[in-house]
């Protein structure tokens, strides 16, 4: 089946590294995204991971995958205002038109 | 490079009047993506068209809805007879390469357009 999870909320501390978690249950899927969206905005992709990789970093951030959990995170580090957006989880098979996505973590940033 | 664009970016409807949402597809790219974000919720796959062929509307309710992708001009997608269920954000995307294929194959993603329907 298709299904991708993700808590709904997350509020961290200014400067703390955010780990927003995802799980999702089809183990065909072939790239792991994560999404960010602002207020009124479209989506921005921010990372992906493909199914065959542990670990990506870029930057701020850093994608883990673990394949037999099902588990996918995405941790910020030094978590600003500017980071104040809904995360979201996604994933796609290689071969398949459509993205499938989780329901969003919002993720409040506090002074 | 102008990326996807869609308008209008919010739409006002009452019940029963019919919904007009148009999407531009970034330069060469000829792959047209459809997604709907109901309140609160992530996005959900409704069809994906080439120029002038759906390709796959697994994700398309039955009745009411319907996409195209002409030759000429932006891809629309059409809502019929709308309902208050039918409020949502609506967003395109498009690759460059088929949906299908194997491989990384980003889709960029439009701004949305936001559907009110009174």
């Known amino acids: 089946g298709e299904d991708v999870e993700q808590s709904l909320f997350l509020s961290v501390r200014e400067g703390d590294s955010s780990v927003i978690n995802c799980t999702y249950t089809d183990s065909s899927s072939t790239y792991l995204y994560w999404y960010k969206q602002e207020p009124g905005a479209g989506l921005q992709l921010l990372t992906y991971?493909?199914?065959?990789?542990d670990m990506k970093q870029d930057q701020r951030l850093t994608v883990l995958l673990n394949k037999k959990d099902k588990h996918l995170s995405l941790r910020i580090a030094d978590t600003q205002t500017g980071d104040s957006a809904i995360y979201f989880c996604?994933?796609?098979?290689?071969?398949?038109?459509?993205?499938?996505f989780g329901s969003g973590t919002r993720l409040s940033i506090r002074p | 490079n102008a990326g996807v664009m869609q308008n209008p970016r919010h739409l006002v409807r009452r019940r029963g009047q019919e919904a007009r949402l148009r999407c531009s597809p970034m330069?060469?790219?000829?792959?047209v993506y459809w997604y709907r974000q109901l309140p609160e919720e992530g996005l959900k796959f409704m069809v994906y068209?080439?120029?002038?062929?759906?390709?796959?509307e697994s994700g398309m309710p039955k009745e009411r809805f319907s996409a195209e992708f002409p030759k000429e001009g932006p891809s629309i997608l059409r809502i019929q007879q709308v309902v208050r269920g039918d409020s949502a954000a609506y967003f395109c995307?498009?690759?460059?390469?088929?949906?299908?294929?194997?491989?990384?194959?980003?889709?960029?993603f439009g701004p949305g357009t936001r559907l009110t329907v009174l």
């Open positions: 991971i493909f199914s065959n990789m």
């Open positions: 996604a994933e796609r098979y290689s071969s398949a038109s459509k993205i499938i």
């Open positions: 068209l080439q120029k002038e062929n759906i390709i796959d």
């Open positions: 330069k060469g790219h000829s792959h």
């Open positions: 995307a498009s690759s460059p390469r088929s949906g299908l294929a194997g491989g990384y194959n980003e889709q960029f």
